[in-house]
């Protein structure tokens, strides 16, 4: 596992952008890469240039159940800032959630071995990555790739019910790049890298074990 933490937006962004050009310039033909949804990744997904991905494929790491157009879409979100060229293949979402899961795990069989070459996480304060959310013993132990599940802090529904790629997936990708951002992620970054929850309680624990974990945090 490799931490670094930034006190400058500039420099975060700048040492992301870098982790996903190594990923593509490694990549011997078309480079896979899973982006997560929210907030923090966003400024570097925007600072991509239309040449860095036209050897990329982009699909996403989970998504929020509603209309690709929906204002909480993560498509949506990430969609307006990729540069046009980039191709981002959605996840299906007028499909049931189980439905959708099954349809995009069928999607990254275009992905060798279904192993990316990046994947991109952002970190809860309770501890989740992606749409895997703590005490969902189901998520935690599925051996599939992509499946559905339900944001248990989540007020209502759509945002609530959630499409994700399993650990199953995430832990065999290339690289695992984990981006955090603002001060009120600190006791969450403390209990990720010294706490005592369990991976159970604390999904994104279950990064740690990845040699290829980059954990990049902003502490704006
Ligand atoms: C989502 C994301 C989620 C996100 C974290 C961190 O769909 O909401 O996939 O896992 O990465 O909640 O979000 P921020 O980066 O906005 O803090």
Not at 111 to 127: A, E, K
Not at 162 to 191: D, M, P
Not at 192 to 215: C, W, Y
């Amino acid at each position: 596992m490799h931490q670094q933490t930034f006190t400058s937006q500039t420099d975060f962004i700048t040492a992301a952008l870098s982790e996903v050009k190594k990923s593509i310039s490694a990549a011997e033909e078309t480079c896979f890469i899973a982006l997560s949804g929210g907030q923090t990744p966003l400024p570097v997904y925007a600072a991509l240039n239309p040449e860095d991905v036209t050897r990329a494929e982009f699909f996403l790491a989970d998504e929020r159940c509603m209309p690709l157009d929906d204002k909480d879409s993560n498509y949506r979100a990430i969609r307006e800032v990729l540069p046009e060229e980039a191709i981002l293949q959605p996840i299906d979402t007028a499909l049931p959630p189980a439905e959708a899961a099954l349809a995009y795990s069928q999607e990254i069989d275009v992905v060798p071995n279904s192993r990316f070459d990046l994947i991109i996480l952002g970190l809860g304060q309770d501890g989740h990555t992606a749409s895997l959310f703590p005490n969902d013993v189901t998520a935690h132990e599925s051996l599939g790739t992509v499946i559905p599940t339900l944001n248990p802090s989540a007020p209502h529904p759509p945002v609530r019910e959630r499409v994700t790629l399993t650990f199953n997936t995430i832990l065999k990708a290339k690289k695992l790049l984990l981006l955090i951002s603002g001060a009120e992620k600190a006791a969450a970054v403390e209990e990720l890298v010294h706490g005592s929850k369990t991976p159970l309680e604390f999904p994104a624990k279950r990064l740690l074990g990845h040699p290829q974990l980059k954990i990049h945090f902003l502490k704006k």
